[in-house]
């Protein structure tokens, strides 16, 4: 490190090694969320540390829960269930946190009170319609800024009913949203996605008594209830390691292992993907931790080729492509990525900076409206802008 803001990387020696994650960082945000509206005290060890889950915990005590920090990483939650939550004091500031705002604007379209949640300059860009739309379906009050429907939203909850909705796009955190409401709805709510996203919230969920089942792949059905206070130790985070996945796959000569490991099936499938372009990858399942299957990942270097990323499989890779497309980098022939149109409203437009970073180090990229062709070779010592 040569300063706060510049990272200097040499690449060259093979990666060799036992790693633990930090905790999921998806699993970390429904964990705080679903503790605070179970009624009694919830403890969480191995939480994430990053910014996006301290919103969340931020915004639950802004919302009255008590949220006590053992250690930076160990959490007890004194859950009030949904009816012991008060009105803020002021705009909850979610920070750079799509997965805070969305899933907080569907437990409080319930409350029979008033919030606004805003965030930092890229959240209060990224579209909100297709959360606000079935949200408002259900009897939530929401006004946004713009014609947009874009944040800070402004959010007058109370009475609920469900509805059955068809959301616009495959979207893990307006899933969650709509399923919070539906817990507070009187009557069935049932949500259908284009196709299956990751899939943490109606596992964990079931896993504490919540009355959420799914119906078949790409639907759900809730009725009114909460889940039970509990106990977890979460998993570690699958898109930390395809990081480590990758390095791993186009470092010669190198074998790592990684341990304690979250291994849903809709989080891992940057472990088919790398299968597919010749890294052998062992994936080894040792247990379950409320309905979410745990074990190990062993990963080794092999010479890489290009491989295509399209249609279904995108929903489940949507945070793993960039890491993926540096695997494409190093990979012999060219690599298509196609149906991630997402990509483009994250916190980043991913495509974009894929796009230009791959280009600065020699890499020859095309980018369309939604994916990439990455062509392979040996990329050169850059100056980038992460
Ligand atoms: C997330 C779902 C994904 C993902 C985000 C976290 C989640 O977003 O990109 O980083 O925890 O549910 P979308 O559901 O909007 O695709």
Do not use: Y
Not at 133 to 156: H, K, N, S, T
Not at 199 to 225: F, I, K, N, W, Y
Not at 305 to 331: K, R
Request: hydrophobic share 45%.
């Amino acid at each position: 490190m040569s300063g706060a803001t510049e990272l200097v990387v040499r690449g060259g020696r093979p990666l060799r090694g036992r790693l633990q994650m930090p905790g999921d960082k998806g699993m970390s945000h429904r964990a705080l969320l679903f503790a605070a509206m179970a009624t009694g005290s919830s403890r969480l060890t191995n939480v994430s540390r990053g910014d996006d889950v301290r919103r969340t915990a931020q915004a639950l005590e802004d919302l009255g829960v008590r949220v006590h920090a053992d250690d930076k990483a160990a959490m007890t939650i004194e859950g009030t269930g949904v009816e012991g939550m008060h009105e803020p004091a002021g705009v909850i500031d979610c920070g750079n946190s799509g997965t805070t705002i969305r899933m907080l604007a569907g437990l409080l379209a319930g409350r029979p009170f008033r919030a606004v949640l805003s965030g930092d300059a890229s959240l209060v860009t990224r579209p909100m319609k297709r959360l606000v739309d079935p949200l408002r379906a259900m009897g939530a009050q929401i006004e946004c800024r713009g014609e947009g429907d874009v944040a800070p939203l402004e959010i007058r909850g109370g009475h609920l009913v469900g509805v059955r909705c068809e959301l616009p796009v495959a979207s893990a955190q307006v899933k969650t949203a709509v399923v919070l409401a539906g817990l507070q709805a009187t009557g069935d709510t049932v949500v259908t996605e284009p196709l299956p996203s990751r899939d943490h919230s109606e596992r964990m969920l079931a896993a504490l008594g919540a009355p959420v089942q799914r119906v078949d792949a790409t639907t759900l059905l809730v009725h009114h209830g909460a889940p039970r206070p509990f106990e977890l130790e979460v998993p570690g985070d699958a898109s930390s390691a395809a990081f480590f996945a990758v390095a791993a796959a186009i470092t010669p000569g190198s074998s790592i292992v990684l341990e304690e490991m979250g291994l849903n099936p809709t989080r891992i499938a940057f472990v088919d993907v790398l299968r597919r372009m010749g890294a052998p990858i062992e994936v080894h399942e040792t247990g379950e931790r409320l309905g979410e299957p745990v074990g190990k990942l062993t990963v080794e270097a092999a010479p890489l080729h290009a491989t295509v990323i399209e249609g279904a499989e995108v929903p489940w890779l949507i945070d793993e492509i960039p890491v993926l497309a540096v695997a494409a980098a190093f990979a012999a022939g060219t690599t298509e990525i196609r149906d991630a149109v997402e990509l483009r409203v994250k916190e980043s437009d991913r495509i974009g900076t894929l796009h230009q970073e791959l280009t600065q180090m020699g890499i020859e990229v095309v980018a369309a409206a939604d994916g990439l062709a990455i062509r392979g070779g040996t990329p050169r010592a850059a100056t980038l802008k992460s």
